[in-house]
């Protein structure tokens, strides 16, 4: 197994965050076109955009949250040459969890359920940050 495949769950999660952004410009383009924009305030006020964009552009924003430590651990086991299977299981387990947490986040925004999935990508994390420590401190 190649080192280099801890990396496409990377990818996948980059992938993920461009797709938001895509949604994202089709619901503001909708939203104008609709007439549901206060077009005074749309630059610098959320309120300005309904619920449908507002709930898209919060998780963009969370996208660069907890993904951040994500990023940055991937790259760690990466460098380590600690990429097993269990590793790069791991990894893809966050970037489902990504996956859920945005379906939710910006389909009903159901608070339980998203924290629940957010908890359990923390907790992938977590793990992942302990493998790297683990990697670090055997060598």
Known sequence: MSNNMILLPALAQVLLTMVLYGALAVAKAKATKSGLVDADRRALHDD????????????????????????????????????????????????????????????????????????????????MAGVAAWAVLAS
């Open 48 to 127: 300005a955009w309904p619920v449908s964009v507002t709930k898209i552009n919060n998780n963009i924003r969370n996208q660069f949250e907890l993904p951040v430590l994500f990023y940055v651990l991937t790259i760690v086991l990466w460098q380590l040459k600690e990429t097993g299977m269990f590793a790069q299981s791991l990894a893809w387990l966050f970037v489902a969890s990504r996956c859920v947490h945005a379906s939710i986040h910006t389909g009903s925004n159901y608070v339980p359920a998203r924290r629940k999935v957010f908890m359990f990508g923390c907790a992938v994390v977590l793990v």
